[in-house]
Nanobody, 115 residues
Framework: QVLLVESGGGLVQPGGSLRLSCAAS????????MGWYRQAPGKQRELVAG???????NYADSVKGRFTISRDNSINTVYLQMNSLKPEDTAVYYC?????????WGQGTQVTVSS
C-alpha cells in the first residue's frame, strides 16, 4: 500500500505564492511518473504538472511559467511551487503517482485564491 500525503494548501491573495508538498510512504524511484492534478467545483480533474522518471516536467498551458514541479528523492517528496496565483487556480489539488500497474492518489489539499 502506498500513501501520498499532500500539504501546503491554504488561502492566498491573487499574485501570491504557495508551495505544495506530497510525501510518499515509499521510495519515489518506484514510480514511473508523479504529478499534480486539480479539480475545481463543477469541473473535471485536470493535470497541472507532471514529471516522469528520468524525464522533463510537463505543464498545463494555464500554469506554464507560473508553476514548477520538483522532486526530492532523498525524502520521497514531490513539490509544486505556485507563483502569481490567480482566482482561477482555486481548486483541490491532488498528488498522483503511477507504476505500470497502478495509480495512487493523495487525499487532496484545498487552494483558494481570493482577495
Amino acid at each position: 500500500q502506498v500513501l501520498l500525503v499532500e500539504s501546503g494548501g491554504g488561502l492566498v491573495q491573487p499574485g501570491g505564492s504557495l508551495r505544495l508538498s506530497c510525501a510518499a510512504s515509499r521510495s519515489i524511484f518506484l514510480f514511473n511518473a508523479m504529478g499534480w492534478y486539480r479539480q475545481a467545483p463543477g469541473k473535471q480533474r485536470e493535470l497541472v504538472a507532471g514529471i516522469a522518471s528520468g524525464g522533463s516536467p510537463n505543464y498545463a498551458d494555464s500554469v506554464k511559467g507560473r508553476f514548477t514541479i520538483s522532486r526530492d528523492n532523498s525524502i520521497n517528496t514531490v513539490y509544486l511551487q505556485m507563483n502569481s496565483l490567480k482566482p482561477e487556480d482555486t481548486a483541490v489539488y491532488y498528488c498522483n503517482a503511477e507504476t505500470y500497474s497502478r495509480s495512487y492518489w493523495g487525499q487532496g489539499t484545498q487552494v483558494t485564491v481570493s482577495s
